[in-house]
């Protein structure tokens, strides 16, 4: 009897103690601390094992003295012509603009940036994404398929206001458009290695795929981010 009895009560408690879990563990609350044992955890390996910034990426900024020397911005189109030239005669692999260019100018302009940009091949621009997640095109020079581009839009947290991971990837139009981030090491690994790392799959043993061989893990399997 007091064996049957144990049976009786072990189940339904081990059922609900399994349902307390799965409660816990998808409660928003949990899941900003889960993001910040993650991010402190990359805090703290970085210092352990002294992780420095890759001296062979380099960000050019638009300082004050850019400023004075250019003028306000945004720069005229042409402004950036011999920027690019300069880059890429001291050898640069990938110019990534964090600066988007969705507005016409002017004409001549658009057109000769335009034209550099895609003679290049190594350049990648951004996208904006609007409220209903659609991505804003750039301005009509630049609406070539064989341009490198990628959106800016982050996955925040809005109950803190933090950034924690970004989608590597959305799926518009029957398109797969990357993150930018994204879109920049693909284009690197794709002119490093002689491939097309674009046209790969998305995804690879439940980890985005970024080339044949290099997969990022998503920071929790039921989501798609990284």
Same mark, same amino acid.
């Given at each position: 009897?007091?064996?049957? !009895? ?9 059922? +609900? ?18 993001? /910040?044992? %993650? ?16 001296? /062979? ?13 250019? @003028? +306000?911005?945004? =720069?005229?189109?042409? &402004? ?5 030239? /300069? ?21 001549? %302009?658009? &057109? ?7 003679? +290049?091949?190594?350049?990648?621009? @951004?996208?904006?994404?609007?409220? *209903? ?10 609406? !070539? ?16 206001? &933090? ?6 990837? *959305?799926? !518009?139009? @029957? ?7 994204? #879109?920049?090491?693909?284009? =690197?690994? !794709? ?7 674009? %046209? ?8 985005? %795929?970024?080339?044949? &061989?290099?997969?990022?893990?998503? +920071?929790? #399997? ?5």
């Amino acid at each position: 009897m007091s064996l049957l !009895s144990k049976n009786n009560w072990f189940l339904p408690f081990l059922l +609900s103690c399994i349902v307390f879990v799965i409660v816990l563990i998808s409660h928003s609350f949990f899941y900003t601390l889960n993001k /910040n044992i %993650q991010d402190t955890y990359y805090q703290i390996k970085e210092i352990l094992f002294e992780k420095q910034a890759n001296p /062979n990426i380099i960000v050019v900024e638009i300082d004050e003295k850019t400023l004075q020397n250019i @003028g +306000s911005f945004p =720069f005229k189109r042409d &402004t950036y012509i011999p920027f690019i030239d /300069n880059l890429n005669k001291a050898g640069a692999g990938i110019i990534a603009f964090d600066i988007i260019f969705s507005d016409t100018w002017d004409k001549d %302009q658009d &057109t000769l940036f335009a034209e550099k940009v895609l003679e +290049s091949k190594n350049i990648v621009l @951004g996208h904006a994404i609007d409220e *209903r997640g659609k991505l804003l095109p750039l301005y009509w020079a630049l609406n !070539s398929e064989e341009l490198t581009t990628g959106y800016f839009a982050p996955l925040i947290d809005r109950s803190t206001d &933090t950034v924690y991971s970004f989608a590597p990837y *959305r799926l !518009s139009d @029957g398109k797969t458009h990357y993150h930018f981030s994204i #879109s920049v090491l693909k284009l =690197f690994f !794709s002119r490093l290695l002689l491939k097309d790392f674009f %046209q790969i799959p998305l995804e690879k043993e439940k980890a985005f %795929q970024l080339t044949d &061989t290099l997969t990022i893990p998503y +920071s929790r #399997s039921t989501d798609n981010e990284v």
